[in-house]
């Protein structure tokens, strides 16, 4: 009798065991950081100085009272000029488990990242913590409604075990899984997996909760939607709120007596480490994309945006080439500036209701745009030092992991149409001549040569030979045509594009561009454009089919570029800033479209900061009108696929048209010109994007074959670098 009893208690002992329901709930106090949205990012930074010295005196002074640093420039700006008795502090506090650090250098718009932003969001923090000899566990994001399917695979890589998340969930309602509360593993399209805990109830739900028998309602509506794990978090944080919601949550929900409930105030390691031990790893597993809910603020700095995207790549080709290194000073620096670009308050617009006094807002706008431009200038001076110019020689640099060949463009000063040569690595390439509209970081010059090369990987010199003057053939015609394109301006001058090799139309009405306000967001017409002038121009290399529109029209100039016995096409849409409409308060801002319907084609795919997203809807929850990509997206049809690459672009939406085929609209920019100020009401702003060009470019590429292809249309995303002098 005694046996059967001993192997009915094993058997119990191995079985997960089965609680009443909630019985503790852990207080987790942090201060949410928005760097901005309450403030400047200037004052935000002067309030974080001050904060850790008030800290350390509250956990000095309520034993009871734990703090978790939610992100690390919060601790950056008082690291800045603490001292090593006010750090071994900190550090004392960590080793008692009051005081937590997350991996997380702040809330961020994943889907707007690449692999290296993305990465060094957690591994920035836990290099510099590292240094400090704190550990971490546990990554914080808190606010964003949504996040790229490749972050479980980037915390996995970098051994954080643990995901915390605080949805600010009421405008979008995204994640549809019931209920408020959830526990599950989350898995990355390489298999990291991370334990992630969600709510609902926002970052804020610990301070919104007024009394004991609230905290007890909220304990049991989370029982009956089916949470069913016997400790609960509840985050006590507000927006740049320091240390204080966290004591009053203290105060007034865990120094309570409760009959049947324990309520302490904790770190989230604590509660991650209590439902591991309770519970295994009986969690369910969750994949999938759930990005692009609010990375659309950041059309409202598109110049800067561009500038973000291509400095985010081209420091990781640096990186993957071997020609910068983690521990070179420039690296960091230029990270930073990055990063705080990408932080979800870091865009130009018009700022929350009644937070900002005008100055203020003209205060953020300016800082946005400064960190695009520092990371640009930094990354720009680390190459002029790197790669010394020699005589009559300019260093070029070659993204690529093996030799291509490519188009390189060079600054010289010529007038008129001139036909010469341009040596790289004492190999000589035909050139022509070349000018633009406006510039970028994509495309940085004005006018100049242009010429197909054949570049090694990493540092090339190039030379550039003969130019002598000549006439191009220029021709008012709406065709132009190579090998394997049929390109044909419409009269509403949208164009379609016939592939000869297989023997279809893949595009048809295509480059249409459409105008949205924010606040009439179901009306989307066209612009009604008249153009001045349709020319085609017959290059060496290519051919140009150029709209020119009538002065005082947003459209500045249309350009289809079609390679001589090359299977792409590049297009280029100019918007001048100055034509842009006054928008009153009442509709937001307005956003400028443009379309590229699909013939045929069934699906899409696109590419995330690490993977392609095959299936955008294979997590639980809700996806928004435009997603966000990084740079390249797949159109798949029956017979063959279609690849379009954008460098400045990266907000699409994908739409039916009533014969059931595919448009898929690039959204270019978003345009403020009012505001409601703290003080003054809805004043007009001034530019809302200081000091970037008036004139923005918007560039895109397109192929269509039979299997999709990528490898030209990371070319077009990964142009080479010709390192000039910075004057």
Known sequence: MMKKFGCFFLILLCINPV????????????????????????????????????????????????????????FQQWLRNASKEELEKIKTYVQQGRLEFTANFANMHTGFQNELTLYETVAYPIRKLKKLGIDVQVCMQDDVPGFTADLPDILADLGIKYLIIGLNDKFSNVLTLPGPSHIFYWEGPR?????????????MEGILIRSAAELEQIVSETEKSGYKYNVLPLLAASDNGGYEPGVMALIRLARTYYEKLRVTVSTPSAFFKKIERDYGNSFPTYKGDWSGWWEITKTGCPYSSGVVRWGQDALEDLLKTGTISINNPYYDAIVEKLLLFTEHTASCGAGWPGLFTLEQTEISNKTVVEYAANAYSLLMKFLRSTFLRKEDAIPVFCRSNKPIKTTLKVPVILQGDHVGTIAVNDQQFKAWSFSEPSTDTYEPFAQGLKARVVLKPGLNYLQIGDFRKCNFSRTKMRIIENDFYRIELNADLTFDVFDKELGTLVLKSAGRVTRRFTGKNNESPPLILNADNVIVTNYPGEKILEIDFSKGSVIKTIRITLPIGEKVFYFDCFVDKRYLPHVSYNYHSVNYFVAFPLVNVQSVSYQGPCTIVNNPFEFPSVRPNEISINGLLIGHAHSHACVIASREAFMVETTRDEGGGLKVNFHLLRHYSEMAAKSEGVVQLSSVEPGTPNILRFSFFFTSLREPDLKLAQEFLHPPIVIVPSN
């Open 19 to 74: 609680f009443a329901g909630i019985q503790e709930v852990i207080i987790i106090p942090f201060s949410h950081l928005d760097i901005g949205f309450t403030a400047t990012p200037q004052e935000v930074s002067e309030q974080y100085a001050t904060l850790f010295d008030g800290l350390l005196e509250i956990l000095r002074k309520l034993p009871d009272y734990s703090f978790t640093v939610e992100s690390f420039w919060q």
């Open 191 to 203: 298999g990291g997996r991370v334990l992630t805990y969600v709510t609902k109830r926002s970052y």
